[in-house]
Every structure is written in C-alpha cells, then in structure tokens.
C-alpha cells in the first residue's frame, strides 16, 4: 500500500460559501456551499449553516476544484535540499492546488532501499504540507544493472518504480523488471530515451537546433523505447506509465499498444503543452530540460492526445535547481525546469482560455488520471471524502516571477509569461496547506 | 542590463551595416600597409581579449587589430588564468568587467556566452566564436575576401564543403552570404549536415562531390575531429572523407576559387596542391581578417549603430527571481 505522508497538523473546519463547485469526474459543476468538519466533507447545498468553530471562506466568483494530483515531482530528497526539501517542494505544490504527489528517487542517495525510502517518507512527514509519497528506483543506484528489492520497497510504501532522469537502456533489466513487479501490481514509471541516439544532445533536432549548432536530441529517440516498453510490458502483462511524453509518434504508439490492452498510462507536461523548441532560440537555460522542447506539431499532437485520453495525466516534472546550475552557458546548464506553481495557471491561460481544451479534460488529467495510473486515492468533492480540495479564483491574471515562490528554485520556463488563475486555499487531506486569502485581503 | 551595441552573430546586423564595415575594412588596408602601421582612433580605450578555447588566427588578429587602432589590450587565455580552478564564466567576466574595459571580445566553446558576456559586463561584446554557433567576424572577413578577388557579392556561387554540423563558420557564412545575394549549397556526408538546416535557412544540399564543379567559390571546412566523439560514426575514416570529398586540384576546374577558415588538415579536407596553389585564398582572409576586425571595432566604438540590445532575459525577467 502506497505511504503518503505530511506534517501533522489539526483537521480544518471550513465552510465555502456560494462557490462554483466543479468536479468533473463526480460530474460536478454548480454553485453551491460545501461544509468540511474535522476534515471530511460532510455537506454540499445551499445556505449550509456555518456551525461553531468553522471558518467561512466567501466563494462567491471563486471556483472549488479537487485538489490536483502530480505523479512526477522531484523534491529532491534526500541529499540535494540545496535545490528543494519537503517543506518548500510540497508548499509550492499547495500554491499550485496540489493535494498529493509523488516524488522521484534520482537523489543523492538514489531511493534504491528500504531505509532510504523510509528515511524519505520521514522527511515528508516532518515537513510536508500536504501528502508526499516516493517512487523507487528500478535499479539499484539507477545504474541500469541489477534490480531493487521492490518486494521489500513495495512493503515499506513505494509508489511505483522508476528510473527516472534516465531510461532503463537494457531491455533484458526492463523484462525482469516487469516480470518481477507484474504480482506487486505496481507501476513502472519509464523515462523513455534511447541513450545512443540522445548523446552529446541538448535540445530537440530540428531548424531550430541547426540554426544555433546545439546538439540535436531526436524525437524517435523516445519513440523507439515507448514501442519496446509497450511491447515487453504487453508480453508480461505488467503496468507501465510513461513518463513526460513529448513527441507525435510516442503518441501513435501509446494508442496502439492501448488498442491492443496493453496497461499504460501516460503523461504530458505543461511545458510540452504549451512550448517548442522555438522558444531556445533566445538560449535561455530555462527552456532546457529532458525531454526536451519539441516541435509545434509534436505539440499540437500531445494536445489532441489529451483530448483523446491517450496522453492522461499531466505531471509537472517539477525539477527546481540552484541558480548557479542555470546561471551559465546552455549546453552547460542543468535540465529541468519547476512547475508546481504555474501548472494549472498556465494551462488555463495557453489553452483553457482559447479554448482548445476543456477545463473538464485538465482536471481529470490532475486528478483521475494520474490516481489511476498510481491506484491513488481520487481527490473529490464529494459528501464523506476526506477534504483535498482548493478554491481559486481562475480569471485572475498575473506574471509568473512576480509573486514569489515557494519553491526554493526559480528555474520557471515560464517566468515573464501571463498566467490566468490563482489559488487562493488549499486543503490537503483534511489540513491547511496553503492560505492566500488573508494576504489578499 | 547591458544597453550596449555587440556582435554577437550575423543577425546582429543587417546588408547596410555589412557593407559600411566592408568599406571601414577596405579603408583600413593603407593603415597595414604603411611603415608605422598605427592609427590612434581607439587611443584611451581597452579592449580585452578573453580565450576559451585556442586560436591562432583570430586572437592574434583581434589583438592586432585593437593594437593597430592604438587600444590598449589584455588577452586572457582560459588555460593559465582562474578558469583552470574553476572559476565560472560569470565571475571571469564580472572580474574583467572591473576594469572596464569599452570592448571584450570573447571566444568560447559553448553556444550563447558572449550572450552571457553581454549581460554580465558593461562592455561592448564581440563574438569570437562561440561553440558551434556563430563566428561573425569570420563570415565579414569572407566576404570581404570574395568581393576583393571576385569584384561582386551578388549571385556568387559558393559551395561550402564539409563538415556542416559542427561548425560555427558556417551557420555565421550562410546567413551572410544569404544577406548579400549569394548563391549557397552545403556539400558534404549526410550526417554531417544538420537535420532542419534546409527548413531554417533555405539553403541547397547535395551529398554528391560532384556539385562543387557549379561554384565560383568552394569553401572547404575543416573536419572537426576533436567536435567528434568516438562511436558518433559520422565517416567511415578521414581517408574515406578525403578520397570522396577532399579538394583536390583534379577537384578545381579553371576560373574557381578555393577558401578555408582555417586551421586546416593538409590532406583530409584539402589537399596540399590546392592549398599551396593560386586558387586558394586563404592567406588573402588571413590579411582580411586584420582589417575587418579593425573596422569592427572602430565601428562599435565610434559608430554604435551594429548590433541589437540584446537581453536574453527580456522576455522572462530576472534569473533568480524569488
């Protein structure tokens, strides 16, 4: 059973007062008063009586949505709190509206053994403001060679398993690993590149990588592993998830290995929504990351992905580094960039707005998607679930860099951009995670 | 932020610009010639020179250059300077910067640092060569060499030769030659053309050796084995490169001109009776390369009129924000 953990803290007693309630997979969408005793939602309807005790947040023009759900954060523990911790990571997920994520194991240690999982989840329960939960590594130290003792990784609360940050490059490991992790009913999470093919690159290979001479990262260098692990996952009857899916052909591939049955779930990142490679022309370390930025068609297909549900989750690939890891030359920088805190805004403003998605279709992939994929608990609004919920305000605009952020990185490829939505609570099983209102006030 | 003019690729300047600093260059050619070949246009100003990576031609004639225009002048090598122990490109910078120098030029093997220059110095920056991106100088001191042996820029046929994909010569020669009306075609091995160099610039590409016989100009690039790591397989063997695409005179029909950025590999790319012969221009851009530079420079420091305020942060704030 998957461990997630937070910071203790009082189950909040909070009533929502005349907010625009929506919750598409509960099939949600009215206005109405929404009443949280003790951390469980206990009432929706009108004129709800505010009983002794209970704060009352005025909803009126503000929108309450399932606290959202992020599959790939890098919290970056143990060993780089340099970059992020526990306490920074999680309350910069709670000002994204965030409830529950799952952190990556590429730390220092790698997350490859029970003790380090366990001394992981203890970081979360002493700093975390909303549920934290780990994915183990496949291999021990990610070095692609023998496996972890998931059995006894599985037992202590792993979410899954991953390699992330790398691909697994043996396809022998990957079949073992699948066959071994099949009874366990656990996910493997895959960073999908062939190494060969993406050595010595630096962004997607294109006009864009041509014109300024950086080394060029094919797109089929993430194809050809999504077909391996689609077809070695098929022949063992394991659950996969591929991680941050950033070209058209992974896509063709996702729906045909679906067709078949094949178990995989997939995600997509705001950036890879919203961004091309044409954006590295300015050389801005920012718009380096791994994948990297593709082409406007390899973007207008993740689009129609996720309209379609072959792409169904977004995960932010939340990758905070220090400023001095950004702060030189491109092909010297780091890849990753944050997201936590501009996920959701982002996405409302690049494609909710403009109409080229449904609202509908990003909450599910920010909640029922990626809970799916992780058999995680489905943040809902909804009378006797416990409370994962956060009220924004979603036609407020404002630039990303000008509200500071929680996260201790600033490594946004967004900084500079109008964003559209802020979010104002945040209740995270039960607990005050993030409280805007008052600063606002 | 930077609000000075800088050089830092060929989009920094337009077909106007181009041609005044041709004609400065053509001016200066009486400066080099004569006994004392000083003039004091840049007396009072510096001018640091700041290597990352080794250079014959260049730093010697951007070091030239500043000296012939009475600058005075401080090259710093990365190998014997602070970068040996670690220091980062930032701090090397902000360190020179306190002198205040008016201009560093820079040469540097990652793409985007004499951008990076620009920010973090008060100087006017010019671009030396900065990984396989751009070297601006190079592109204005080939064509002041094409136009002084061919008499014309205008639909002058150029086949540039080689190895594309690693090199920051020619992404800076085909948006010049573009600019200024001549006829580009890449020739070279398939994978050492960059995938999309077509889509983003327009140019013709032939992988047969062949296509060499149609220009008037062939511009042999220097096979950049130390760019190319083992296992990449991009050639067979330099043999193999020399034997199908090598520049030989057998190569050379009458009325063509042969060009090479130097350093070259004698034997690989082009073969010694070329490049001893009369077809090959390249000592003519060695000597180019001293009076454009001078021209560059003058034209940053009296002229502010090239270049762009660059600021890659414009569109995304300040790094660090939090």
Not at chain 1, 62 to 90: F, I, M, N, W
Not at chain 1, 228 to 233: E, S, T, V
Not at chain 1, 350 to 357: I, N, Q
Request: proline share 5%.
């Amino acid at each position: 059973m998957t461990r997630l953990e937070q910071r203790e803290s009082d189950a909040v007693n909070v009533l929502v007062q005349g907010a625009r309630l929506f919750d598409p997979v509960e099939g949600l969408d009215v206005t109405a008063d929404l009443l949280i005793q003790d951390g469980k939602i206990v009432q929706i309807g009108d004129k709800i009586a505010a009983p002794i005790g209970t704060r009352v947040l005025k909803g009126a023009g503000k929108t309450l949505l399932p606290g959202l759900v992020d599959p790939h954060v890098h919290l970056r523990v143990p060993g780089q709190e340099y970059k992020e911790d526990c306490a920074s990571g999680s309350a910069a997920a709670a000002a994204g509206g965030y409830t529950t994520i799952l952190s990556m194991p590429n730390t220092d240690p790698v997350i490859d053994s029970g003790a380090t999982l366990e001394a992981a989840l203890d970081r979360a329960k002493e700093g975390a403001v909303i549920q934290v939960g780990f994915v183990a590594a496949i291999s021990v130290g990610r070095a692609g060679e023998s496996l972890t003792e998931m059995r006894d990784l599985a037992d202590r609360g792993a979410a899954g398993f991953t390699d992330d940050g790398s691909p697994v490059e043996s396809a022998r490991l990957m079949r073992r690993a699948l066959q071994y992790v099949r009874p366990l009913n656990l996910p493997l999470a895959l960073h999908e590149e062939e190494p060969s093919l993406t050595h010595g690159g630096h962004m997607h290979e294109g006009a864009v990588s041509a014109t300024l001479g950086l080394g060029g990262w094919p797109g089929i260098a993430e194809t050809l592993m999504v077909a391996r692990d689609i077809r070695l996952a098929e022949q063992e009857g394991a659950r996969i998830h591929l991680q941050h899916i950033s070209v058209r052909t992974s896509i063709e591939e996702i729906a045909r290995g679906r067709e078949r049955g094949v178990r995989v779930s997939s995600e997509a990142s705001p950036h890879h929504l919203v961004l091309t490679d044409r954006a590295v022309m300015s050389l801005d370390s920012n718009f380096k990351m791994n994948p990297p930025l593709a082409s406007e068609d390899d973007r207008q297909a993740l689009i129609e992905g996720l309209k379609t549900g072959v792409i169904d989750c977004i995960a932010t690939d939340h990758a905070p580094h220090a400023i001095h890891e950004k702060e030189v030359p491109f092909e010297a920088a780091a890849f990753g960039v944050t997201g936590l805190e501009t996920a959701l805004p982002i996405l409302l403003e690049e494609l909710v707005a403009p109409d080229l998605v449904p609202l509908e279709t990003i909450i599910r992939a920010m909640t029922e998607g990626p809970c799916n994929a992780f058999d995680l608990e489905r943040p809902a609004l909804r009378v006797g679930a416990t409370a994962n919920l956060a009220l924004w305000d979603l036609d407020a605009r404002w630039i990303v860099g000008d509200r500071p952020f929680r996260s201790k990185s600033a490594n946004s490829c967004f900084l500079g951009d109008t964003v559209r939505g802020i979010c104002l609570v945040t209740i995270a099983n039960g607990r005050l995670a993030h409280d805007e209102l008052e600063v606002l006030a | 932020m930077s609000t000075k003019r800088h050089l830092m690729g060929m989009n920094d300047v337009d077909r106007a610009d181009i041609e005044r600093i041709l004609e400065t260059a053509a001016g200066f050619e009486d400066v080099v010639e004569r006994d004392v070949k000083k003039v004091p246009t840049l007396r009072g100003r510096t001018v640091v020179n700041l290597f990352y990576e080794s250079s014959t031609r260049t730093s010697s004639s951007f070091e030239l250059a500043a000296k012939r225009l009475s600058a005075d002048v401080v090259s710093v090598k990365s190998s014997g300077s602070s970068v040996d122990k670690g220091e980062s490109l930032k701090d090397t910078i902000r360190t020179l910067n306190a002198y205040k120098p008016n201009i560093i030029v820079i040469r540097h093997p990652h793409i985007g640092a004499a951008q990076l220059t620009a920010r973090w110095s008060d100087a006017h920056v010019v671009n030396a060569g900065d990984g396989k991106h751009q070297h601006p100088t190079q592109a204005l001191l080939d064509l002041y060499t094409i136009k002084k042996r061919l008499g014309r820029l205008d639909d002058v046929k150029v086949a540039i030769v080689g190895d594309i994909l690693h090199s920051r010569v020619a992404r800076s020669d085909i948006e010049a030659f573009q600019m200024m009306g001549l006829d580009v075609t890449l020739i070279g091995p398939p994978a050492l053309i960059p995938p999309g160099i077509v889509e983003a610039t327009g140019v013709k590409v032939s992988d047969d050796p062949e296509a060499m016989s149609e220009a008037d100009v062939i511009y042999v690039l220097r096979m950049q084995h130390e760019r190319m790591e083992p296992g990449q397989n991009y050639l067979p063997s330099l043999r193999e490169y020399a034997r199908v695409w090598g520049v030989n005179a057998r190569r050379v029909r009458p009325g063509q001109v042969v060009m090479h950025p130097g350093p070259m590999n004698r034997g690989v790319e082009i073969a010694p009776d070329v490049a001893d012969s009369g077809v090959s221009l390249v000592e003519n851009q060695v000597e180019a390369g001293l009076v454009v530079r001078m021209a560059v420079l003058y034209d940053l420091m009296t002229r502010p009129s090239i270049g762009t305020v660059i600021d890659i942060r414009e569109r995304t704030g300040e790094w660090g924000a939090a």
